[in-house]
């Protein structure tokens, strides 16, 4: 089953007096469960494509369906829900919160969600903390751990609400060779343990052996898939 259908996906940004065409007709099917791998130039449109997806940018023209709703139809409340309960976001700057500790973090999705009792959250969390290598880290905040711990923590925050989908857009540009790959073997985990269907952009050609799918971006269209 494809848990994403993209069809004629295009993206334009106005600037200045001009037009940026950053998409120009995409067409992508997703697999669910599986994990895919996004590759091209810089300015080819990984990052737009990914925030299309996630609901955080909006198509200029085409169609856009997610776990079989089509998203360009939608309210904002409707893709505020979709946002917080279908996918988790993955960045290359971490974007955690400096002021919470490691289990802090990775509750506050679920915190927004409302719907669990605070023991079943920290009960979540400290489950989620773990599968993350992070067990004797819990207490420490983010400007105490490494670039690749402050990542594990994203990855656990990203999946704690159990999402159908988890989008990364370079995860490992700001790591190491060595704590980048670890990074994507842990992703390629999850993507086994939690089922979660994963989706991350790379310039990293040592990491494009993680995915399982190929997607080749050049000028705003799929060169290959
Ligand atoms: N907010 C914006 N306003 C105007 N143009 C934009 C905006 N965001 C992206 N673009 C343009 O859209 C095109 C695609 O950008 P995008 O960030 O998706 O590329 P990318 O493949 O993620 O690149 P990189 O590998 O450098 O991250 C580029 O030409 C970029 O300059
Ligand atoms: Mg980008």
Not at 26 to 50: A, C, F, N, Q, R
Not at 89 to 96: D, R, S
């Amino acid at each position: 089953m494809n848990i994403i259908e993209i069809k004629g996906l295009k993206k334009d940004y106005p600037l200045g007096t001009t037009t940026v065409h950053a998409l120009r007709g995409i067409d992508l099917s997703i697999k669910e469960g599986d994990l895919y791998g996004i590759v091209g130039p810089s300015g080819s449109g990984k990052t737009t494509l990914l925030n299309v997806i996630g609901c955080i940018d909006f198509a200029t023209e085409g169609s856009v369906t997610v776990g079989g709703q089509e998203i360009t139809s939608l309210s904002d409340r409707e893709i505020t829900d979709i946002r917080l309960h279908k996918i988790g976001f993955i960045f290359q700057t971490f974007n955690l919160i400096p002021v919470l500790d490691v289990l802090e973090n990775i509750e506050f999705p679920l915190l927004l969600m409302k719907n669990q009792s605070r023991s079943e959250i920290r009960a979540r969390a400290e489950k989620l903390a773990e599968e993350v290598g992070l067990k004797e880290f819990v207490s420490h905040r983010p400007a105490e751990l490494s670039g690749g711990q402050r990542q594990r923590v994203a990855i656990a925050r990203a999946l704690v609400t159990n999402p159908d989908i988890v989008l990364a857009d370079e995860p490992t540009a700001n790591l190491d060779s060595v704590t980048g790959e670890q990074i994507l073997e842990l992703m390629r985990e999850m993507n086994r343990v939690e089922k979660t269907t994963f989706i991350f952009s790379t310039h990293d050609q040592n990491i494009l052996k993680y995915a399982n799918h190929l997607v080749k971006i050049k000028d705003g269209l799929v060169a290959e898939q």
